[in-house]
């Protein structure tokens, strides 16, 4: 059969992932000619063969490519025919520059093929920075596409000549591996202590070793970002180490020396463990067996674990006699992962005893991804180091749309053809380190994605540094109410067009009628949404105060409930209040004096968890629901609290019960779990209703609050158990840090289909 000439396209993650030399290795075991080179939009293939060996080629291509690649789309067109020789992989082409771009690998955790080269190699005996075309730094390195070593921050490091041909040899793992060194070639880690520095790794190894083991705390430049370390075992070095980084209560990750250890430490079913031994290798929640340092986990049951992704954690594993080691990203609370060396020098030299670090840049920071995993569904609660920026494929156009996201937890999203890309975790815009980030990394992946926005969607809340960002881009502009962006965010990562049904529990929104959303029951599509149901209001005394101050959120239940006379109940939560501050914030509500009203799940956690005195003062966002689900420690009951539906539903009997059960001093978790199923009642009885009404059977849960396993557990399995369809996150977090795909989604189907009343544009 006469041969002929084919170009295929191959789209999706396929650079930064070792795909060329796979592609190469394909086309020479089949005797194929031709060649593939990179492009920005994909790789591109030209083959010389007839139509059923093409098809082999494209099926071997799809069903064995690399563990981290990902193929979207593979196109094939036959063209005028060229006569090949060989087959090759050429460089780069930048002369065929589309709108369309490939997708930039994440970080890939080092393979073990690179961890056994590091003891027979003899130019990579040891070498911290080895990495093949299968794993090592990808996102956090690139400047531009298409990924080649001169766009990486690997452009200073020119390869040895044994490297040089490592890279040309089509028969070598490293074959156009761009970030390929050696320790003659490579970066090289250094140990700074005061005046002292420390270059030989050998020495810096055990320099570091003996520090960590005498209780000594190390600032450690990581893969995308600086992290903390010292050893989890030792109380007071854990204790300094939170002094250094102001950080009172939040639980700090641990690095476990391999997954069985892990698991002497924690219980770790199949779902979690293949979290934990992904490519991505983000941090876990999991359930404590044996517990560590007590100021590791801050009085939870829970610890957030990790196992080795970097060649250097590894290494240091070797030496030390540690088991574990607290790992937590180097930053002051509510700034951004530091990951520049002189910073971390000047911020930490005095407070801590070392720091290593590296002479290679990290271009795009990335604190550590965090994950749990309910139901066997893995979710995120950060998506960032293994996940970002690989995108969101979506079955509309989006392309050229910006959103920017909401204040906590932020991430931004950018619109490409009808991918969504979101960037990073870029924190809480609170600060001007934050926002500095956030709009760093806008002018990154616009330049990165080749990007250019021609309309911007935002929050609705006008008062949102990402809101004021997005008026000032002088372009079309939609505010997307909130809790419509959760929604359409589920709906978006699940490919939904609607209608739904969406359950949305969260801390604070802006709603349509000026008030605080939050625990929310909508209907609707990308379009819109009918509010059909939402937890009754109640005053916040105080604003944003509440969330740091859970307890003034409980003084405004128990004051809806019984008046002044809740001042009589004999609970341990009222007595220790502060009597002459408890009736100031009575007068704050009788006055309507900065008091809003919010109809938010999350300060109804927030409120139960300070009655039952777990959580009255947080030291960070989210710790007394936090609290409140811990304080279950596995405990199992059906049994539940009655409340009012309707239109509002009410939880003042909700309330008085839970009294009831304090003052016949029913145990903690025995309440805690009564309340969540009480939720889980509310959800399930409400969905009814609107199926009922509206004849919609799926539906989407989004939101903060259902980070909570326990809710989200039950939550899922009630639905179901009442032939409900549904859907929940697995691609991005159910927290604000979806917010920013949801917005694109409303605001691409807005744009392209039709306008409406919830639209603000101008």
Not at 193 to 221: F, P, R
Not at 386 to 412: K, W
Not at 564 to 569: D, H, M, P, V
Not at 693 to 711: A, D, M, P, R
Request: proline content about 4%; charged content about 25%; some cysteine.
């Amino acid at each position: 059969m006469q041969r002929k000439t084919y170009n295929i396209r191959i789209t999706g993650l396929v650079q930064g992932v070792g795909f060329r030399p796979f592609v190469y290795r394909i086309a020479k075991k089949l005797n194929l000619c031709g060649n593939v080179d990179n492009r920005n939009d994909g790789v591109f293939v030209k083959l010389n063969g007839n139509p059923e060996e093409i098809e082999e080629f494209v099926n071997q291509v799809r069903n064995l490519a690399p563990e981290a690649a990902v193929i979207e789309k593979i196109d094939v067109k036959e063209n005028s025919f060229v006569n090949f020789n060989d087959f090759r992989i050429v460089k780069s082409d930048n002369n065929h520059i589309t709108d369309e771009i490939t997708e930039i690998s994440p970080d890939i955790a080092v393979c073990e093929a690179c961890l056994e080269d590091m003891k027979i190699q003899k130019h990579r005996i040891n070498y911290p920075f080895i990495n093949c075309t299968n794993c090592g730094p990808r996102f956090t390195i690139i400047k531009e596409l298409p990924y080649d070593r001169k766009n990486t921050t690997m452009s200073p490091f020119d390869m040895c000549d044994k490297c040089s041909q490592e890279y040309k040899d089509v028969a070598d793992r490293r074959f156009h591996a761009q970030p390929v060194a050696c320790n003659h070639c490579g970066p090289h880690y250094s140990f700074v202590s005061g005046n002292k520095k420390i270059e030989d790794l050998n020495l810096l190894l055990e320099t570091a070793s003996a520090l960590i083991e005498a209780g000594g705390t190390i600032a450690l430049k990581g893969m995308g970002g600086y992290t903390l370390v010292c050893d989890a075992g030792n109380e007071n070095a854990v204790a300094k180490l939170r002094n250094s980084k102001h950080r009172d209560g939040k639980p700090l990750a641990v690095l476990f020396r391999h997954i069985n250890i892990l698991k002497k430490y924690a219980y770790v079913n199949r779902s979690e463990e293949a979290l934990l031994t992904s490519w991505r290798r983000p941090i876990v929640i999991l359930k404590t067996k044996k517990s560590l340092a007590k100021s590791v986990s801050a009085g939870f049951s829970t610890v957030g674990a990790l196992l080795p992704y970097m060649p250097f954690h590894y290494l240091l594993f070797e030496k030390t006699k540690c088991d574990a080691l607290v790992f937590t990203s180097a930053n002051i609370a509510g700034e951004p992962i530091i990951i520049e060396n002189e910073k971390a020098v000047e911020l930490f030299n005095n407070k801590i005893e070392a720091i290593i670090t590296y002479n290679r840049e990290i271009y795009n920071r990335a604190d550590d991804s965090l994950a749990f995993a309910v139901n066997g569904i893995p979710r995120l609660i950060r998506r960032s180091r293994g996940y970002a920026p690989s995108p969101v494929r979506l079955g509309f156009d989006v392309d050229g749309i910006l959103a920017t996201g909401a204040e906590l937890v932020n991430t931004f999203c950018i619109g490409r053809t009808s991918q969504a890309i979101l960037s990073q975790h870029i924190g809480d815009l609170k600060n001007a380190e934050t926002l500095d980030f956030f709009e760093e990394s806008i002018s990154r992946y616009k330049k990165l994605f080749k990007f250019s926005p021609k309309a911007v969607a935002c929050d609705f809340h006008p008062d949102y540094l990402s809101t004021q960002y997005a008026r000032e881009q002088n372009l079309p502009t939609l505010k997307i109410q909130h809790h419509h962006a959760h929604m359409a965010a589920c709906m978006a990562e699940n490919r939904l067009a609607g209608p739904v049904i969406g359950i949305i529990f969260d801390g604070t929104g802006l709603g349509t009628d000026g008030n605080i959303w939050g625990g929310e029951f909508f209907s609707g599509d990308f379009s819109n949404f009918k509010r059909h149901s939402h937890f009754d209001y109640i005053p916040l005394p105080g604003g944003d105060k509440v969330t740091k101050e859970p307890w003034r959120t409980a003084v405004s239940y128990l004051y809806s409930v019984f008046g002044k006379e809740f001042f009589n109940l004999k609970i341990p939560f009222v007595e220790n209040l502060n009597p002459e501050k408890t009736e100031f914030i009575i007068s704050m509500i009788d006055k309507k004096v900065n008091s809003p009203l919010s109809s938010s799940a999350g300060r109804l956690f927030d409120a139960v968890s300070a009655i039952l005195n777990i959580c009255t003062v947080s030291s960070f966002h989210a710790e007394a629901p936090m609290r409140l689900e811990d304080a279950i420690s596995n405990f199992e009951t059906t049994e539940y609290y009655n409340f009012s539906t309707g239109k509002t539903l009410d939880f003042k009997c909700t309330v008085k019960e839970i009294v009831d059960d304090i003052k016949k001093n029913i145990e903690t978790r025995i309440i805690s779990a009564k309340f969540h199923n009480t939720i889980v009642r509310v959800s399930v009885n409400t969905a009814i209703t609107i199926r009922k009404e509206t004849g919609i059977n799926k539906v989407v849960l989004s939101g903060g609050t259902f980070q909570n396993g326990y809710l989200c557990k039950a939550t899922e399995q009630k639905l179901k158990q009442e032939g409900f369809e549904v859907f929940v996150h697995q691609k991005v977090p159910s927290n604000d840090a979806g917010i920013s795909l949801g917005q694109l989604a409303v605001a691409a189907y807005r744009l392209n289909v039709k306008n409406d009343n919830n639209d603000e544009i101008g």
